[in-house]
């Protein structure tokens, strides 16, 4: 079974930084594409980015593009995202997801496991 933990949220002031880390176990991480998402309340959960198995391949959301990365270290079983120049609009619960596929992932529906979430707020 899949285990997803996420962390490195917190408290950001308006243009700072955060990078935040999801630790994948129980399987073979390379055979999977990941995901970020985020759901602020009363919203819908929403794609962020998504790369694929080998990390050829990436997708952003318009909102974050040019501000967040992606990344994964298949040695380390971790995906990545790095999120600079935070806006409050910014400010949600992220959860990182898993899918055993290639290419990238873009739709919530498409990811078979979630972590339990890490809180990102960004105050102005």
């Known amino acids: 079974q899949v285990q997803l933990v996420e962390s490195g949220g917190g408290l950001v002031q308006v243009g700072g930084s955060l990078r935040l880390s999801c630790a994948f176990s129980g399987r073979t991480f390379s055979s999977y594409a990941m995901g970020w998402f985020r759901q602020a309340p009363g919203k819908e959960r929403w794609s962020v980015a998504s790369?694929?198995?080998?990390?050829?391949?990436?997708y952003y959301a318009d909102s974050v593009k040019g501000r967040f990365t992606i990344s994964r270290d298949n040695a380390k079983n971790t995906v990545y995202l790095q999120m600079n120049s935070l806006k409050p609009e910014d400010t949600a619960v992220y959860y990182c997801?898993?899918?055993?596929?290639?290419?990238?992932?873009?739709?919530?529906?498409?990811?078979?496991?979630w972590g339990q979430g890490t809180q990102v707020t960004v105050s102005s």
């Open positions: 790369i694929s198995w080998s990390g050829g391949s990436a």
């Open positions: 997801a898993a899918v055993e596929r290639a290419s990238i992932a873009r739709s919530p529906a498409s990811y078979d496991y």
